[in-house]
C-alpha cells in the first residue's frame, strides 16, 4: 500500500546512498543509532501512515472540524493516530534523551514526516506539538520542560504556535497583545491570535499554546516581544479564558483546525508563563525557524508526492487513443496514457519535482544535524552556515513547484482529475496554503537575498559553491554526465553574475529595488540547487550501474530524470536571469502611482 | 457593484477603441447594429450579472446539485437566471434573425459571455443550450430547427453536448454509442456518456442532448460517427429513456451538474433524430468547435478577471508592515500592501493575464464574425485563416495562465485567501477545469502546431506576422513604445526559428517527435501573440493621451501593464525555445522503456 503515495526504494537511495545518513552516527549526538535504529524507526512511521492514515484521506477531508458552543470536535480517527504516534515516541524523536526524546537525526526525522504527511496531510497535528515543545525544551526553565515536554511528545496534549494577529499578519512587529506581569512571576494575557492549527480540538487532553506578546512596558518592534507558554487547561484542571472564537473553513487541509482564539477574552482571566527572558521571543523563535520551514517544505513534497504517485498509478492503466505516429491504425488498442509525450512530461516533471525537492530537504536537514551536533567544530559552523542559506529554498520549491506538480497530476487525470472519485483534486487544494504557510513565498525569498547571501561576506554562498563544485568534479567522470555537470557549472556562474547585479543595487542603499523581484530570484536560485541534488543523485546511480547488476530500473530512471530536469527546469533561468538584470523598475511604488 | 468583477472602462477600450467593433456594423449580417444596440446588450448582460449572478457566487458553490431518486436538483438562483437571460434575448443573441437570433456579432457576445461568466461561473447553463442549439440552426433540418431552437433560446430548455464516453475520453474515434435506424426515419440509441455539462436538471422543462454516436455499419473512427438530438422528453411529453446515472462532485463550478448518462438504457426506448447527413457528426461538430472553445478560453479569462478584481480591492485594503526602505520606522503606520512589491508584481501578473487574454479572445472572435460574415470574400477568407490559428491559443491562455493569475490572487490574500472568507478560494478551484474543457491543453497544442501552423502552406502564421508587424509599425512612431516594438519584432523571429526547426522534424514524417513537446511550443506561441495585444492597447492609450486629457490614468496603467508584460512574461520565451530546439528526446517511448 506504501507505494500510492511514496516509493521506499526512492527513500532509501536518498538517505542512505545519496546523503549517506550512516554517516551521523560517527557523532557523539547520534552515537547510539545504527542504520537498524533509523529504519525501524521508518517502519514505524510507514506502518501508522498505512493502517491509520491513508485511509482515512478522504474521509477526514469530508468531514471538517466544527466548532459549537466553544468546543472543536475533529474527525475521531484523529484520536488513534496521536496516540499511535505518541507510543511510537515518533513526535519527539529528535529531542534530547533528557527530554524525553531518542536523539534521533533531523535527516530521519524529515522521513518519518514525508512518509506521514504523504499519507494524510489533513492529519499535521504532530509536528506542531513537536515544533512548540522543542521551544520549551530549548528555552523553558526546567519546570516548564518538566510540566509540558511529556505529555506532549506523548502525543496527549496538542501543541501550537501563536504568532499571527489579525491586524498585523505577517508583520510581527506590529503583534500587540500584550502580557501584564503578576506577584507570582506568571503573566496575565490579553490578545487575539488568528490562524491558530489545531489551535482546539477534542483529540487532545490540553492544548499548550506557545504565544508571542508584549510585556507592558516592552520596546516597539520585534525588540519588545516575549515568548509564553499559555495552556488552555491550567494543572489544576482549571479553564484558562482560551476562547475558539472562531473556526476557519478553509479550500485544503481540512482536518486541521485553523482557529481564531481569544486569550483573556471571557473573564480577563488568562495567565501565561514566561520562556526564557523577557523581550527575547522572536530571536527564540526564529532560532526554531529553520526545523518549522523544513517542515513545510516536507508537506509539500509530501503532498505532491502522494498526487504523483497517484497520476502515475492512473496514466499506466488509463487506455486512451494510440501513438502519434500510428494514428490511424484505428483498429489497433488504445494505448495507456503514460505512452503519450505530453502525458510522460507531466509525469517525468512531477518525478522531478518529488524527489528534487525530497533531495535537497534531506540536503537541508542533514546540514541541520550537522549544525548542532557535529564533533568538528569547523564542520559543525559550515553546516549552519548552509543551514541557513538552504532553509529558505527548501521551504519554498517543494511548495510553489509542488503545486505545479500537483496540477499536472490532476492533469493527468482529464476530467476525471476534477472530480471527487480520485484523490488528486484533494490535493491540489491542500498544497495552496503550503507557500503561505510560515513565511510566504516573498517572505522567504527577501530572507534568501536580503538575508542569507550577503551574511558572513557572502560565505555561505562560497559553501554552496564548493559543495557543487564537488558534485559537478565526480560527474565529469562519467561520460553521460560530463554535459550536465557542465551545464550545472554554467548554471552558477550565471546565478552569480546576477547575484553581483543585485548586490551591487544593495550597495546603493535601495533595499525595496534590492528586494523588488527577490521571488524571481528564489525561482532561479532553487532551480541551481535542485539541479545540483539531480546530478548529485545521478552520480550515485551511475556509480551503482558500473558497480552491480541490482535495480537497473531504478538508477537508469533517475539519470533520466536528471536529464529531464536539465533539458525542460534548467532554461527556464534564462528568461529569470534576463529580468533579474533588467533595469526597468516597474513595481516600485513612484510619486506618480500607477492606478490599477 | 460591476466593478468587483469586471471593468466596465476596460471593456469599452478593448471593444471600440482597440478592436473597433463598430466597423463590423458595415458588413450586411451586422447592419441593423450601432454601437447603441451594442452598449444596450451590454447593459442588460451587466444587470443580469449583477443581480441575479453575482450575488449567488458562495451560495451556488456551497449547495451543489444532487441526484436523488434520478431527478437532478439546481439551485434556485439557476431558474431565474435563466428565465431572465432568455427573455433578455441574450442566449441566441448571434444568431440568424430566422432562427430567433439578433444577428449579433460573436465579438459582443464574447463581452457578454466574459461579464456573466465573472459574475458567476457556476451559472454555466446557457453558453451550453446556445452551443448544441446552434449545431441544429446551423446542420439541422428545418423541422428540428422549429422544433426546438425557439425553446432552448428561451431559456426553458437547457442543451448540452454529448461527446465524451467512459473508455474514450478524449478519443473521440472510439466512440461506441450505437444508433440503430428505425423505419419512420428516427433512431434507436444506446450508450453512455460521461462528464455531461447541464446533462440534467429541474430548472430547464427539458434537456435536449447534441449527441455523438454511430449507425450500425458505420466506418471505424472519426468517419463513422453520426449527430443526433435526443431530447429528454419527447414533443408528447413522454419519457426518451435518457437516465442519469450519477452525478459527478467536483472541484469547482459546482453550481453545473456534470453527469453520467445512460441512454436506452433504462427500457431500449431512446429516440434520437439524425441532424444533417449520416457519418458527418465530428465534422459538424469540429465545425462549433471554435465557439466553444472561443467560450471556454472567455471563461478562463471571467475566472481570472473575478479573482483578480477580489485581490485588487483587498490590497488597496489591507495595511501590513511599512516599506523596505522604511522597514525601521516602527510607529509609522503599516502601508497597504499593494505598496509591496512582491504584491503589486502579482496584481500586474493578474492584469496583464486578464486584460490581455480578453484583448486576443475580442481579436479572435472579430476574425470570426469577419470570416463568417465580412461581405469581402479575401477578407473573409483571411479572418477564417487567422481564426483557425489563433482559436487554440485563444482556449488556452486564459485558462492556463489565468490558473496562475487566480492562485496570485490567492497569494495576494495571505491566510485569508485559504479560506472561505473571501471568493478566491472558489476562483482557484473553478478555474482548474478550463484546461481540460473542450481539448485539453495538450490538444489544443498538437492543434496549433500539427494542423494550424503548417495549414494552407503557412498562410495563417505569414498573415499574422503581417497583423503583428502592423502594431510593430504603429508602436514605432511612439519614442516610448519603439523598444517594444522591436521587441516584439525580435520575439517574433525567436519564434518563427523555433517553428522552422519543428516543421523539419515533421518533414522527417516522425510525427511524435514532432508534436511531443508541442504544450511548450504553445506557451511560446501565446506569450507572442498576448505580447502583441499588449502592444497594441498601448499603441491605442498612447494616441488616446496625446489627443485628449481624459481617462490619463486608466491610459498610463496601460502602457505600464504593456511594459510589466514584456519585462516579466516574455523573458519566459528564451528557456522556452532553447527546450525546443533541443535534440534531446526524454518524453517519447523507446524499446527499452523507462520505468517510472
Not at 523553558?140 to 506523548?154: A, R, V, W
Not at 491504425?329 to 505530453?342: E, F, N, R, T, V
Not at 551503482?544 to 533539458?567: C, G, V
Not at 533588467?582 to 510619486?591: A, G
Request: glycine share 8%; charged share 25%.
Amino acid at each position: 500500500m506504501a507505494n500510492h503515495f511514496f516509493n521506499k526504494r526512492n527513500v532509501d537511495f536518498l538517505l542512505y546512498e545519496v546523503h549517506d545518513a550512516e554517516s551521523l552516527t560517527k557523532h557523539t549526538r547520534f552515537a547510539d543509532h545504527t542504520k537498524e535504529t533509523f529504519d525501524m524507526t521508518i517502519d514505524a512511521a510507514t506502518q501508522i501512515a498505512d493502517n491509520l492514515m491513508f485511509p482515512f484521506v478522504k474521509d477526514v477531508d469530508k468531514n471538517q472540524p466544527e466548532l459549537k458552543d466553544g468546543q472543536v470536535t475533529v474527525h475521531p480517527a484523529i484520536k488513534d493516530y496521536l496516540k499511535a504516534l505518541g507510543e511510537s515516541g515518533i513526535i519527539g524523536a529528535d529531542f534530547d534523551y533528557e527530554d524525553g526524546g531518542a536523539q534521533m537525526p533531523v535527516t530521519i526525522t524529515s522521513i518519518l514526516g514525508y512518509i506521514l504527511m504523504a499519507a494524510n496531510n489533513g492529519m499535521m497535528f504532530t509536528g506542531l506539538t513537536a515544533g512548540a515543545a522543542r521551544l520549551i525544551a530549548s528555552f523553558g526553565s526546567q519546570e516548564l520542560k518538566d510540566t509540558y515536554i511529556p505529555n506532549m511528545i506523548s502525543g496527549k496534549w496538542q501543541g501550537t504556535m501563536c504568532l499571527t494577529e489579525p491586524q498585523a499578519g505577517s508583520s510581527l512587529s506590529d503583534i500587540t497583545s500584550t502580557a501584564e506581569p503578576l506577584e507570582d512571576g506568571t503573566y496575565k494575557i490579553r490578545g487575539q491570535k488568528v490562524f491558530i492549527s489545531a489551535g482546539d480540538h477534542d483529540a487532545a487532553d490540553n492544548i499548550i499554546h506557545l504565544f508571542l506578546g508584549r510585556i507592558k512596558g516592552a520596546p516597539l518592534g520585534t525588540k519588545g516581544i516575549s515568548l509564553f507558554v499559555i495552556p488552555k487547561f491550567r494543572l489544576d484542571g482549571t479553564d484558562n479564558d482560551v476562547t475558539s472564537m472562531g473556526i476557519y473553513h478553509k479550500l485544503g487541509q481540512k482536518g486541521v483546525p485553523a482557529m481564531h482564539l481569544g486569550f483573556g477574552d471571557k473573564n480577563d482571566d488568562c495567565i501565561g508563563y514566561l520562556v526564557g527572558e523577557p523581550n527575547k521571543g522572536l530571536n527564540y523563535m526564529f532560532q526554531m525557524m529553520n526545523e518549522a520551514r523544513i517542515g513545510v517544505g516536507i508537506t509539500g513534497a509530501s503532498i505532491a508526492s502522494a498526487a504523483y504517485y497517484a497520476s502515475l498509478e492512473y496514466a499506466k492503466e488509463r487506455p486512451q487513443s494510440r501513438r502519434l505516429n500510428q494514428k490511424h491504425a484505428l483498429d489497433a488498442p488504445q494505448i495507456p496514457i503514460i505512452q503519450h509525450p505530453d502525458v510522460k512530461r507531466m509525469l517525468l516533471f512531477q518525478k522531478a519535482v518529488v524527489e528534487g525537492s525530497l533531495s535537497l530537504l534531506l540536503e537541508t536537514s542533514k546540514f541541520f544535524d550537522l549544525s548542532e551536533a557535529s564533533d568538528d567544530p569547523e564542520e559543525k559552523e559550515n553546516a549552519h552556515l548552509m543551514l541557513e542559506l538552504l532553509t529558505p529554498i527548501a521551504k519554498t520549491f517543494p511548495c510553489e513547484y509542488g503545486m505545479k506538480a500537483t496540477s499536472d497530476a490532476v492533469q493527468c487525470f482529464g476530467g476525471y482529475g476534477f472530480t471527487e472519485d480520485f484523490p488528486v483534486e484533494q490535493y491540489y487544494r491542500d498544497i495552496r496554503i503550503t507557500p503561505i504557510y510560515e513565511g510566504t513565498t516573498g517572505i522567504q525569498s527577501q530572507d534568501l537575498l536580503g538575508r542569507k547571501v550577503p551574511m558572513a561576506g557572502g560565505k555561505a554562498t562560497m559553501l554552496l559553491t564548493k559543495e557543487v563544485g564537488k558534485t559537478v568534479m565526480a560527474a565529469l567522470q562519467f561520460d553521460e554526465l560530463k554535459r550536465y555537470a557542465l551545464l550545472l557549472k554554467d548554471e552558477g556562474e550565471r546565478l552569480q553574475k546576477v547575484t553581483m547585479h543585485l548586490l551591487s543595487i544593495a550597495g546603493t542603499g535601495d533595499v525595496e529595488r534590492f528586494l523588488s523581484d527577490a521571488t524571481l530570484y528564489m525561482e532561479m536560485f532553487s532551480l541551481n540547487v535542485v539541479a545540483w541534488q539531480w546530478l548529485k543523485q545521478a552520480v550515485v546511480a551511475k556509480q551503482k550501474l558500473i558497480t552491480s547488476n541490482d535495480d537497473t530500473e531504478f538508477y537508469e530512471s533517475k539519470i533520466h530524470t536528471m536529464k529531464y530536469f536539465f533539458h525542460y527546469e534548467i532554461p527556464k533561468t534564462q528568461g529569470l536571469a534576463t529580468r533579474l538584470m533588467d533595469e526597468e523598475v516597474l513595481t516600485i511604488m513612484t510619486e506618480k502611482e500607477i492606478v490599477m
